[in-house]
């Protein structure tokens, strides 16, 4: 055939080529089946070019990835897996009437599946999983020689395929991963008695499994995972002898584990995790002498762990945590096993720890957090150099900790904190040089904190609290460039804090309270610009509070109970409270004195702090008094038009009262009639939420049936955040921001009425679903909001003057109203553009994880490109319906990292689409706002485009409008709700 000199085409027949085809039949099917292969090939992208033997010219069998039966030379298999085709299945495939094999798992291929495939009757294997398929899957129950059926990890939806119970010869019955409508377990699938695979997860399958499935005697993997599946666990899984792994986690199972379970003796993975189960475990299950991975967290099984399993071979993975298991632990547990990773943690395991679970070298992950382990920890771990996290904590073990332990060359965990350890840190730490974080919190170490942690730069992570170290701190410490949390507290530290300590300019949580420190708060502290919360407290410190510490954002403050003198910085104390600097030689001055009611501090005196600070403090002072009536006097100019002064007492402005605390100081900035003795009245079952600033109330007024929300600030950095809520909130008003209608005052606390939005936050909204299980955004939603918040960010960019830039841009400060129109809020952090260029140095941190730009981590300068950035972040959640951190993407990585890994590999960009939207109908327009998000959070500032640009791209990636009109009149039939 290969030799054949002449090629045909369907579409220029010639007089020639008839009479060729007349003379030589058999090349009338080759030209048919050629014909066919090239339209299959034509509706194909092939970035790749793997078809580029497809031609004309060429015999079908000579094609890639064609094989045709070496007697008539038919084509019989197309076989092209994993080779980046995208594009659809033509139908003219039917025309291949003898093949056996369609094979194309691992593509890009969307589309329907064409039902013209009924024809080829000959068919044995249809693999399409972990491609795009869409719509309904056509009833294929023509096939009647079909061995494998595996359309697995697509999109495809509508009821879940009932008539695979008619192809009774299927040996592999794939259907997992789509997006079918809610429904049972087709009774019928006992007809496939040649059944051994079965995969059937994430498939939105309820009810129970029908007894029939228990028939099917040659199933070896019965997967169904990951769906809603109830009732007791069923025992007749027992007469299933041949199965070889067990995956029922993910479902609502009740009930104990049938003892039969532990007669099947092939069995080598069994997976029942987060179910409701309970009971103990078969004691038989110990002869399960194949089995290589056991996993049942996440229930509530009790009693011991069945000896057997100690005796065990092939065992690599084991995970029980989140149960109520209890006694001793198989003492020989991994002794025979390459165990690779246990988690025993959250049981009541008591008695010795074991000492063979490294036994054979493997071991990489071990978690046995929270439980009742007692005695020395084994030495046989001194060898375990595979260890990438150890993880003991909360238990009641003793003893030292040998050499070889603290030296785990792959550990970026080590965790033996809440123990009754003793002994002292070998310096052979130093040899775990992948650490990230050491955790030797509350136990009983002691000795010095070694100077070779300086060597460990990947530490991020140094909890030493609460034990028994000495000496100093060493300036080694500084070389900590990742670290973003170091505690100290409650040892025996002394000497100097070396002011080195300010290298580690990552550093966000610092804690040295109550150990023996003296001298002076190192001034360097000043600049470590990530700082966000501070505790000294409880040293011998001496000297002033260092110059510009108030410049720092942060968010708590502790140096009490030292020796230091002067004054403290109002700032501070807004931040702090009196008792962050009680049981010093400190005073606060006369200013200050009004912010904090019953202070325990005393005035400075005359000469007292002040002589010190006389040429900084004081000026400071002044013009942060000039600053404050500066913008009370802004706020009664900018609102004058509706600026409403309340009933109350308003003489004073809004200036701190002198002892007056029974009356309100109220300013308005929207009309609004609002009693301030009923904003008062909050009650705790109206609080609808609590967050860095404060805690918010839903109020319903009395006067017209009103509904507002109210924020009462907490009391320590109350006025900062009114301050910045009042100095930009009430001069703006925009459709997509949050309106500001009053500020309260009364004692030392501060209210804000805001307006209130009846459908909470988008974090929450993007978690929430329907009573129907859809999600409570669909896309057309989703991109109004999306829309919105850009427009909204864009007014704030590009519309006021100066500008202002949000800084806390989040899922969770984007509110929804009644429409779902949205609105940005918490503007407690925000700045005004100008006014951060200069203060900026050292107070720009702000912001939340996973939603800060890049560039922040170097440089301290805050420009409208990083709020684009966060923006950035809310369209990647939106698109994926993803938060911005979660714990899939691995440690230290965000929703960012992860799209982009996930596009990076080639993978279909609809594996990233939030697969809970209905994605068929849409699709295109979710890659458009992907894109955009993906644009926005470009490492680059400057390759980032501006707030305003956003608002055009987005307006460019508009769903259709007939879908949204759909959606209006709720039409019977659409999906999209
Ligand atoms: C090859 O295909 C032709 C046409 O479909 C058919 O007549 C013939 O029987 C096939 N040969 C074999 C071996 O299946
Ligand atoms: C499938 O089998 C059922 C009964 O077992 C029968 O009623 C139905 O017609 C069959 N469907 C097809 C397409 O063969
Ligand atoms: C179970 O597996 C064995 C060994 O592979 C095989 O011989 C036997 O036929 C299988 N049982 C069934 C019912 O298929």
Known sequence: MAEHPLFFSLRSLSLVSILFLVVFPPSLSLTIETQALLDFKNMLKDPLNVLDSWKESESPCEFFGVSCDPVSGNVTEISLANKSLSGEISPSISTLGNLKTIYLPQNLISGKLPPQLNHCSNLRVLNLS??????????????????????????????????????????????????????????????????TWLFLARSNLRGQIPESIFELNALQTLDISRNKISGDFPSSISKLKNLTKIELFFNNFTGELPPGIADLSLLREIDISS?????????????????????????????????????MRNLIGFSVYRNNFSGLFPANFGRFSPLDSIDISENQFSGEFPRFLCENRKLRLLLA???????????????????????????????????????????T?????????????????????????????????????????????NLERLLLNNNSFSGNLPAEIGALKQLSSLHLEQNSLTGLIPGEISDCFRLVDLNLADNDFSGNIPSTVSLMSSLNSLNLSGNQLTGPIPKNLENLRLSSIDLSRNQLSGNVPSDLLTIGGDEAFVGNGLCIDQYSKTLVKYTLLNVCKEGQGKKRVLGGKLVVFIIMAVALLLVLAGLL???????????????????????????????????????????????????????????????????????????????????????????????????????????????????????????????????SENKGGKPELNWYQRYKIALGAAKGISYLHHDCSPPIIHRDIKSCNILLDDDYEPKIADFGVAKIAEKSLEGSEYSSFAGTHGYIAPELAYTLKVTEKSDVYSFGVVLLELVTGKASIEEEYGEGKDIVYWVLTHLGDGENVVKVLDDRVDVETVQDDMIKVLKIGILCAAKLPNLRPTMREVVNMLMDAEPCTAISADIKSDKPGNSFL
């Open 637 to 767: 100019l900018v609102s004058c038009k509706n600026f409403k002064l309340g009933e109350s007492d308003v003489e004073n402005g809004l200036e701190g009262e002198k002892g007056v605390n029974s009356k309100w100081k109220l300013a308005s900035f929207h009309h609004m009639d609002i009693d301030p003795d009923e904003i008062c009245d909050l009650e705790e079952e109206n609080l609808i939420g609590s967050g860095g600033t404060g805690r918010v109330y839903r109020l319903d007024l009395k006067e017209k049936g009103n509904v507002v929300a109210v924020k009462q600030l907490w009391k320590g950095n109350g006025m900062k955040v009114l301050a910045a809520e009042m100095d930009i909130l009430g001069q703006i008003r925009h459709r997509n921001i949050l309106k500001l209608y009053a500020c309260l005052m009364k004692g030392g606390l501060n209210y804000l009425v805001f307006e209130y939005m009846s459908n909470g936050n988008l974090f929450q909204a993007l978690r």
């Open 413 to 457: 965990m080590i965790d033996f904190g809440d123990n009754d350890f003793e002994g002292e840190i070998s310096p052979m730490i130093v040899f775990s040089i992948s650490l990230n974080q050491l955790v030797l919190k509350n136990n009983r170490f002691s000795g010095n904190v070694p100077s070779v942690l300086g060597k460990l730069a």
């Open 130 to 195: 972990w491609n795009g398929m869409i719509g309904n899957i056509p009833d294929l129950s023509g096939l009647q020689n079909l061995k494998v059926l595996d359309l697995s990890v697509n999109s495809l939806s509508g009821r879940f395929p009932s008539w695979v119970g008619n192809l009774t010869g299927l040996v592999y019955l794939g259907l997992a991963s789509n997006h079918y409508d809610e429904g049972e377990i087709p009774e019928s699938i006992g007809n496939l008695k040649s059944l």
């Open 369 to 411: 957090l929270d439980n009742n382990f007692s005695g020395e920890f084994p030495d046989s771990y001194v060898d375990c150099k595979s260890l990438e996290r150890l993880r003991i904590n909360k238990n009641h073990l003793s003893g030292k900790i040998l050499d070889g332990v603290w030296a785990l060359p792959h550990a």
């Open 275 to 311: 179910n409701q189960m309970h009971g103990r475990l078969p004691e038989k299950m110990g002869n399960l002498k194949n089995l290589v991975v056991f996993q049942c967290y996440n229930n509530n099984f009790s009693g011991e762990i069945p000896a057997g399993f100690g005796d």
